[in-house]
């Protein structure tokens, strides 16, 4: 792998190299080249991964737009991670890797293994659904609505799970409010 800094850019870190996926058996399944690009601020932001093998159609329905940036996660936890540091090392082993191993799942059985998000809207919903574990998307409104009202600590949660705010969404309210602005 390589480093780059690009100056006067939002994401001018840039690790450019090959990740080679292998399964648990030793069996080598491909070798990509990949640039990720990190964030000015880095180790916070989240990472942009860029796939430049294009053994994989390069479209939404594959997770990769047609410039070559890959949707590695759901719209929330790229949210939630922005917020957090990240290494390189850790990208590549939480991200890069189990993207490019969900690709290759993909060509040979004919779908992601653990399911995917749909794109754009319809993905900040399922992001929602399933961190308030309802598909009734009136009551996800009513409960973002909730999150607005000031509320303390000791305050039950806006999400109704009869737990305090502090051991519930507190820590993620700053995170959910950011993705709700989309809808």
């Given at each position: 792998?390589?480093?780059v800094f690009i100056e006067?850019?939002?994401?001018p870190h840039l690790v450019k190299g090959e990740i080679d996926i292998i399964d648990r058996e030793g069996t080598p399944w491909g070798t990509?080249?990949?640039?990720v690009y990190f964030h000015l601020n880095y180790p916070k932001?989240?990472?942009?991964l860029r796939d430049r093998s294009e053994v994989f159609p390069w479209e939404e329905d594959w997770h990769i737009s047609k410039h070559g940036e890959c949707c590695v996660c759901s719209p929330l936890e790229k949210i939630e991670q922005s917020h957090s540091r990240i290494t390189v090392l850790s990208f590549l082993e939480d991200y890069v890797i189990p993207f490019y191993s969900n690709q290759i799942y993909r060509r040979e059985f004919g779908s992601y293994k653990n399911g995917s998000y749909s794109h754009h809207l319809e993905g900040v919903w399922e992001s929602l659904e399933e961190e308030f574990n309802t598909k009734d998307r009136k009551e996800i409104r009513e409960?973002?609505?909730?999150?607005?009202?000031?509320?303390g600590?000791?305050?039950?949660?806006?999400c109704s799970s009869g737990k305090k705010f502090k051991h519930c969404h507190l820590q993620k309210k700053k995170v959910l409010e950011e993705l709700s602005k989309t809808l």
């Amino acid at each position: 792998m390589n480093y780059v800094f690009i100056e006067g850019f939002e994401y001018p870190h840039l690790v450019k190299g090959e990740i080679d996926i292998i399964d648990r058996e030793g069996t080598p399944w491909g070798t990509f080249p990949i640039s990720v690009y990190f964030h000015l601020n880095y180790p916070k932001g989240f990472a942009i991964l860029r796939d430049r093998s294009e053994v994989f159609p390069w479209e939404e329905d594959w997770h990769i737009s047609k410039h070559g940036e890959c949707c590695v996660c759901s719209p929330l936890e790229k949210i939630e991670q922005s917020h957090s540091r990240i290494t390189v090392l850790s990208f590549l082993e939480d991200y890069v890797i189990p993207f490019y191993s969900n690709q290759i799942y993909r060509r040979e059985f004919g779908s992601y293994k653990n399911g995917s998000y749909s794109h754009h809207l319809e993905g900040v919903w399922e992001s929602l659904e399933e961190e308030f574990n309802t598909k009734d998307r009136k009551e996800i409104r009513e409960i973002l609505n909730r999150m607005g009202r000031d509320r303390g600590r000791n305050d039950p949660c806006f999400c109704s799970s009869g737990k305090k705010f502090k051991h519930c969404h507190l820590q993620k309210k700053k995170v959910l409010e950011e993705l709700s602005k989309t809808l």
